[in-house]
């Protein structure tokens, strides 16, 4: 059974940076990956994605230019680049794969003040 964990979350004033990890156990090798975004009161949203082969990503407008999705040497890892955050980027972070939706880990909460 693959489980995710997701670490690096925090308390950052606007316009400074996180860079949160994703830790998938129970497989050796992720495929496509992806980043969601639940902010308070509103539906998970895909912000960042990843193609299995790494050479391919996809962002919503919204995070365009300031963040950046990547995958680790450890081939069942992916990160997520933060930079000049903004109070809306306020909420917990998923890491899942956009095809398999594997069961969802506890997420890492991002809280940008302003």
């Known amino acids: 059974q693959v489980q995710l964990v997701e670490s690096g979350g925090g308390l950052v004033q606007a316009g400074g940076s996180l860079r949160l990890s994703c830790t998938a156990s129970g497989i050796s090798v992720i495929n496509a990956m992806a980043w969601y975004r639940q902010a308070p009161g509103k539906q998970r949203e895909l912000v960042a994605a990843?193609?299995?082969?790494?050479?391919?990503?996809n962002y919503v407008d919204s995070v365009k230019g300031r963040f950046t999705i990547s995958r680790g040497n450890a081939k069942n890892t992916v990160f997520l680049q933060m930079n000049s955050l903004k109070p809306e980027d306020t909420g917990v972070y998923y890491c899942n794969s956009p095809s398999r939706l594997y069961s969802w880990g506890q997420g890492t909460q991002v809280t940008v003040s302003a």
């Open positions: 990843l193609t299995s082969g790494g050479d391919k990503t």
